[in-house]
């Protein structure tokens, strides 16, 4: 009786009525679907292709591209010693990690001891600076021109895509905090005036805005002779904004190192101090003493190094301005149209972050002593990230993707300088496919950073 039992346990166990079954039948089925779809339009794409007579693969991005693109700058294009380079760099974080949970495990912190914090700054950074040293390049910088090739151009575009976003995000956050904030203001003009930009900006299309910045405002500058001059430093005109532009001389990289050097010091003393508050309670100085690493170490080394660093002004010579940095007019468009739309929509998102926090946390700063303002940045605005974080983390993907409406002003970002690309070369297959690698690829590292800065915010429950 019971072989019996356990016999039709087993054909009930690989029957259809068992749910388990149906399960994976239907995903091995859906996945023969899908295989079969592609191979079919794999097969389409390449017939289609050869009748036509067009060659398929990568080989034309070193084909001499023979146009100009408006906004260059130099761009590194990786050398052989690069792997060798981000292993010592993976390498030396791997050994810090260690460090750190090894002394974590004893109840000390690394920022406690200063030849902790020198090992760790020995593994994260002398490490890979001595292989830098090793392999003597990792990359070589390049600026493109009618001679470059194809793929430099696209180069070229993905980094001014780069460029606009990331100006865009510190931007549209900046904005979208200020007005947010504004917005809960007990001062009724404030509050209205923050009210007014919210509606009005985040109701019309960001591509609307972008021509009006184009071609309402900065086309109707006064002409070079006519340029609005502040002290010859910055100056504004129809042809761009012109800005004194740093020229790095022969010691500008130890200042760097100098600069870095600082930052992870600052780092270590922030973690020692929260850790030393965790466990005694006791707040020590952060504000001076981070500030004093920051100013005096690299200060000492900038005036050792004798300032190497060199300022460019503009100068009228002719019909136009030359020398400085200037960021062409398609650029300040787009980057205005940008940040002031999506400033708007994280206004809304901060503000609704600020109102999710509790009135009696509120009320308990106050009573504890706190003005305003401390109540803002010790009580509320950590409490509001945990809301804001996730939305935020969409109007920054926003704005990289709006990014590509740069080619209805001539902006010459990804998408504007793939078009070109596509329409000489007539490989659009790869053009479109490279685009959306590279816009997938954007998107993913925002949402990976987002994600870990979200998982740092939120409520850790004891």
Known sequence: MTELTQEQGKVQLISWRNPAVRSVVYQIVSVVLVGFAAYTIFQNTVANLTKRGI??????LNIESGFAISEVMPVPMLEPGFVSFISSIFLGLIAAFVLHKWVTRKGKTVGGDYRLVLLTIFFIFVVPAITYLLTNHIFVTETYS???SYGLGLVTGVFNTIKMSILGCILATIIGFFVGIARLSSNWLVAKLAETYVEIIRNIPVLLQIFFWYFAVIRTLPMVRESINFFDVFIINNRGIYLPDPTPLPGFHP????????????YFRLRHVKAVQDLTGRQLPVLFPSIAILIVFPGLVWMGLGAPVELSYPKLTGFNFTGGL????EYAAMLMGLSIYHGSQIAEIVRSGIQAVSTGQKEAARALGLRGGFVMRLV??????RVIIPPLTSQYLGVTKNSSLGVAIGFPELVSVGGTILNQSGQAIEIIGITMAVYLAASLMISVFMNWYNEKMKLVER
Not at 55 to 60: I, L, N, T, V, Y
Not at 255 to 266: E, K, M, Q, R
Request: proline share 10%.
């Open 326 to 329: 200037n960021p062409s007019p």
């Open 55 to 60: 060659a398929s693969g990568f080989s034309f």
């Open 255 to 266: 200042f760097l190192i100098a600069l870095f050097v600082a930052c992870v010091g600052v």
């Open 380 to 385: 509320v605005i950590p409490q509001a990230m």
């Open 146 to 148: 009618e001679a470059s």
